[in-house]
T-cell receptor, first 115, second 112 residues
Framework: GAGVSQSPRYKVAKRGQDVALRCDPI?????LFWYQQALGQGPEFLTY????????KSGLPSDRFFAERPEGSVSTLKIQRTQQEDSAVYLC?????????????FGPGTRLTVL | KQEVTQIPAALSVPEGENLVLNCSFT??????LQWFRQDPGKGLTSLLL?????REQTSGRLNASLDKSSGRSTLYIAASQPGDSATYLC???????????FGGGTRLMVKP
C-alpha cells in the first residue's frame, strides 16, 4: 500500500473488555514499531519487531499488553482487561531497513477510549 | 535512559515570521534524529531525518541542524504560514535501543 494503515481508527471499550488493534505496514518494510501517545504528550515506545521476531518489548506497560506479527507483515496489538489509563492513541510505524538506518513512517493511529 | 526535551511547549507567531524550535537530548550516542509534524487527530508526518554524521538537512522552508556532542537540534521555519500550524515533535534513535524517543512537542500557531 501507499502508507502505513491502522484499524480501527477509533475504538471505545468498556473497562475490562479486550481490544485488538491492527497495523498494516508499508509492503516490504522489515521493522515495525508500536507507540502509545497520551493526550498532549509525545509518543512512547511499546514494542519492536524485525520481520516476525519481537526483538524488544520493554515498553509494554503491563502483561495485559501483547503484540504479534506472525508472518512478518501485519501486526496486532492486543490489550486485555482494558483500564481507563489505557486510553490513548496507539501509533504504528514501519521502516524499510533494520536497526540503525531508516526513516520511520507512521500510520494515522487508533484512538482508544476506555470508559 | 534517553530523555528528549522540547522548548517552547507552545508558540504563537504572526504570519511571515521566521522561527526556531529547540530540541535537546541527554544521550549523544544516537543513530539519527527526526523531526515530525502532527496535525490534530492525525498521525505523524516525517519532515526531516538527520543521520548522526550529518550537521543539517533542508527541505523547502525547513532547516534542521544537529549538534550531537552538545545534544541539541533546532528546526528553523522560514516565512511561517498559517498552514504551518501544528505540533512539531523531535525524536532520536539511540544506539542503545531501536526505538525512537520523543520529546513532548511544540504546539505552533501561526496567525494570519
Amino acid at each position: 500500500g501507499a502508507g502505513v494503515s491502522q484499524s480501527p481508527r477509533y475504538k471505545v471499550a468498556k473497562r475490562g473488555q479486550d481490544v485488538a488493534l491492527r497495523c498494516d505496514p508499508i509492503s516490504g518494510h522489515v521493522s515495525l514499531f508500536w507507540y502509545q501517545q497520551a493526550l498532549g504528550q509525545g509518543p512512547e515506545f511499546l514494542t519492536y519487531f524485525q520481520n516476525e521476531a519481537q526483538l524488544d518489548k520493554s515498553g509494554l506497560p503491563s502483561d495485559r499488553f501483547f503484540a504479534e506479527r506472525p508472518e512478518g507483515s501485519v501486526s496486532t496489538l492486543k490489550i486485555q482487561r482494558t483500564q481507563q489509563e489505557d486510553s490513548a492513541v496507539y501509533l504504528c510505524a514501519s521502516s524499510l531497513l533494520g536497526m540503525s538506518e531508516g526513516e520511520q513512517f507512521f500510520g494515522p493511529g487508533t484512538r482508544l477510549t476506555v470508559l | 535512559k534517553q530523555e528528549v526535551t522540547q522548548i517552547p511547549a507552545a508558540l504563537s507567531v504572526p504570519e511571515g515570521e521566521n522561527l526556531v524550535l529547540n530540541c535537546s537530548f541527554t544521550d549523544s550516542a544516537i543513530y539519527n534524529l527526526q523531526w515530525f509534524r502532527q496535525d490534530p487527530g492525525k498521525g505523524l508526518t516525517s519532515l526531516l531525518l538527520i543521520q548522526s554524521s550529518q550537521r543539517e538537512q533542508t527541505s523547502g522552508r525547513l532547516n534542521a541542524s544537529l549538534d550531537k556532542s552538545s545534544g541539541r537540534s533546532t528546526l528553523y521555519i522560514a516565512a511561517s504560514q498559517p498552514g504551518d500550524s501544528a505540533t512539531y515533535l523531535c525524536a532520536v534513535r539511540t544506539i542503545a535501543g531501536n526505538m525512537l524517543t520523543f520529546g513532548g512537542g511544540t504546539r505552533l500557531m501561526v496567525k494570519p
